[in-house]
């Protein structure tokens, strides 16, 4: 794990858009091995707690959302598909070929397409804000703090987001 996660959390961290994140009381670059020994956790601790869980929630209340996605417009996509095959039966069965059965079986690709887009988008998502949850609790964990937070969801008639937290940060003598 690299030095800066730690260095995310604190409230020493000085940031230098030249040589990087700095140590505010060496102003140095972090140089320490497995824990740094003059780390604060304090507000900069529990803004990263909220901004990680609050994100990493997020992602998991679009799935309902997503896999709807996917179904919706796979039935779009079969319906165009079962169509076009339909209609090309109809056609050929009285003796004309036409051409129109494959472009209607061709449009079907574009909502399978369509359907599966949002799939990828939140996978990512996922892999990415479960990567930044699973580092945020392996370092609560090497400093012995653990966590317990309830968000509330909120979005108004726009479609604005906005969160409600309750954290309570424990400190334990067990450390990992």
């Not at 896999?67 to 919706?72: A, E, L, S, V, Y």
């Not at 887009?117 to 580092?135: E, M, Q, R, S, V």
Request: aromatic share 10%; charged share 25%.
């Amino acid at each position: 794990m690299e030095q800066t996660q730690h260095c995310k959390l604190c409230d020493h961290k000085i940031v230098d858009y030249m040589t990087g994140t700095l140590c505010g009381l060496t102003g140095k670059k972090p140089d320490f091995q497995d824990k740094c020994g003059v780390i604060k956790l304090e507000s900069e601790f529990k803004e990263q707690i909220e901004k990680v869980n609050i994100e990493y929630e997020s992602v998991l209340k679009t799935k309902t959302d997503t896999i709807g996605h996917i179904i919706m417009y796979s039935v779009i996509a079969l319906a165009l598909f079962i169509g076009g095959f339909l209609i090309g039966k109809y056609v050929f069965d009285r003796g004309v070929i036409s051409t129109v059965p494959l472009i209607i079986m061709g449009i079907g690709l574009g909502p399978l397409a369509i359907a599966f887009a949002p799939l990828n988008k939140y996978l990512t998502d996922l892999k990415i804000a479960k990567k930044k949850k699973d580092t945020l609790d392996t370092l609560c964990g090497k400093y012995g703090y653990h966590y317990d937070i309830n968000i509330v969801h909120h979005t108004d008639s726009l479609g604005n987001k906005s969160y409600d937290t309750k954290l309570n940060i424990r400190k334990t003598s067990n450390t990992y």
